[in-house]
């Protein structure tokens, strides 16, 4: 005799999940639209189609946040997510932070953010709407499907069982625990009734650690930083596409700033938690998840460095192409590092595996795949520079810069890639034991480097530098840092040379 359940609150639910299928399948449908929009742009019923089709799916992404947070302030306990991540003494302020503690709350806010950019793209980005918003679309179709928790499909009455694509927020604990006893047990003076929901107290809460005010408004913040790398990625593979290979600069030239800007943030402000908390090791501590965040903005800020060249001088395109490619590229990769498990002895940030580590590597592979190949069909018709640049010219120093920010980035992220190393090969390499003496001793001289290019380059000139007046300012430069430093180590007692 098949059970019943009472006390069941099984509407919301229905809604939620309902509003993700709304997500997929409206993303899928902007995406097919754009891509025909993108080869025949004069056919505008495409970009009408696109358009409507992501604005419904920007309607499903709102609809899952308003039913996922009403099931959270309700305490609906029911429902795993709501179980697992939320409990009835938490603040309205963490309760919004139980979004994003959970794999598929953080999928979902990355999934809005994009809905945001790509909303005002829609309206800004005119000639270029359709290569854009193609790609835009695709990350939407992937990341939608993060949280459709499907693993059969059904044909004609027959069911075919599929490898898992996605986790479902809206399950409820007794599909997610199915084995459990408390859910067969029936109700005394039943044959068939269930009523497990008395049975919750409490949920298991916000993990004590996440309950800071900065929990709040960190993840918004570098998930925005994350999700807009996608919009200077977007216009190039845009420039490929349509054989404009040089004019997407200027457009993606904005959002290159402001992804350095917000996606810099985010990590400042992970490191001011880190401070605060004791177990998080610090300020920096080089843990991989830190690490994975901080080198697509190394890369990235490599990257605005060569399009500022190509905008001023027409050169070093190809660079530009590479560092805004691999900027998201390496987002992409470090979701997977965060995502996937593999890091879960070596660092205090990473999430446990809920079984996307293939779906995450799919995600990845097809921007890989869409990337490169773009490259490679135009890889001839990318514009080089033939003559040398000047080494007393802006643009040298500035091209000689982004290169060592990033061989700092290449020495960050070949560490932190170990387990992955490990995991693909079999290998037993062991993570530094003292992460911070390992890193420092490449970093250090790198950010040495880094601060002297900095000082100094800002009195290069393009094309060629007058000597003198080169000298001169970096003269009086070095005695005014040199009375403040002098000053400041005066003033706050300051006498160790490594600080100074």
């Keep these: 005799m098949e059970l019943q359940y009472i006390n069941e609150n099984l509407a919301p639910g229905h809604l939620g999940y309902f509003f993700v299928v709304l997500s997929f399948g409206a993303a899928l449908l902007s995406l097919v639209s754009y891509i025909f929009f993108s080869r025949k742009a004069e056919e505008t019923s495409w970009r009408n189609i696109g358009r409507a089709a992501f604005i419904a799916h920007g309607i499903g992404v709102i609809g899952i946040f308003v039913t996922l947070f009403y099931l959270i302030h309700s305490h609906q306990f029911q429902y795993n997510y709501v179980w697992a991540h939320s409990s009835l003494d938490l603040p309205t302020h963490y309760m919004i932070s139980c979004f994003w503690e959970g794999q598929e709350g953080s999928f979902l806010l990355w999934t809005f953010w994009h809905f945001v950019l790509g909303t005002i793209l829609i309206f800004k980005a005119r000639s270029w709407e359709g290569p854009v918003m193609t790609i835009i679309a695709l990350a939407q179709v992937t990341l939608a499907s993060m949280l459709l928790g499907l693993d059969s499909l059904s044909f004609f009455g027959a069911t075919v069982n599929i490898p898992r694509i996605g986790s479902n927020p809206f399950i409820l604990l007794r599909q997610a625990f199915p084995d459990l006893p408390v859910f067969s047990m029936v109700k005394p003076g039943t044959t068939n009734v269930v009523d497990y929901v008395s049975k919750i107290e409490d949920g298991r809460g916000l993990n004590a650690l996440l309950q800071n005010y900065w929990m709040v408004i960190h993840p918004p913040v570098l998930f925005l930083g994350f999700a807009s790398t996608i919009v200077p990625f977007a216009f190039a593979m845009g420039g490929l596409w349509q054989k404009r290979l040089g004019d997407w600069v200027r457009p993606a030239l904005p959002w290159m700033v402001f992804s350095g800007m917000i996606l810099g943030t985010g990590v400042l402000m992970g490191g001011a938690w880190a401070y605060e908390a004791l177990s998080f090791g610090g300020f920096w501590a080089w843990d991989p998840v830190e690490n994975g965040s901080l080198v697509p903005w190394i890369i990235l800020i490599a990257g605005l460095h060569t399009m500022m060249i190509y905008r001023a001088r ?150 060629k530098t007058k000597k003198n007046a080169f000298w001169r300012s970096v003269l009086i430069s070095a005695i005014i840092a040199s009375v403040l430093t002098a000053i400041m180590c005066f003033a706050v007692d300051l006498a160790n040379v490594q600080y100074i």
Excluded: C
């Excluded at 070596?346 to 921007?367: C, N, P």
């Excluded at 040398?388 to 060592?404: A, D, K, Q, Y």
């Design 314 to 463: 027409k050169s070093a395109l190809l660079s530009s192409y590479i560092f805004v490619t691999l900027t998201f590229l390496l987002i992409l990769y470090a979701t997977f590092l965060t995502r996937s498990g593999i890091l879960g002895d070596s660092s205090v940030h990473s999430f446990t595996d809920l079984g996307l580590s293939g779906q995450l590597l799919v995600f990845m592979g097809v921007f890989i795949i869409v990337a490169i190949v773009s490259l490679l069909i135009n890889w001839k018709n990318i514009p080089t520079t033939e003559k040398e640049e000047s080494t007393w010219s802006r643009e040298f120093w500035m091209f000689i810069g982004s290169l060592v920010v990033s061989l700092s980035a290449l020495h960050i992220i070949s560490i932190t890639s170990i387990p992955v190393v490990n995991k693909i090969l079999g290998t037993k390499f062991s993570p530094p034991t003292n992460p911070i003496e390992t890193y420092h001793q490449l970093q250090i001289p790198f950010g040495i480097i880094i601060a002297l290019l900095s000082a100094v380059g800002q009195y290069f000139a393009y094309i």
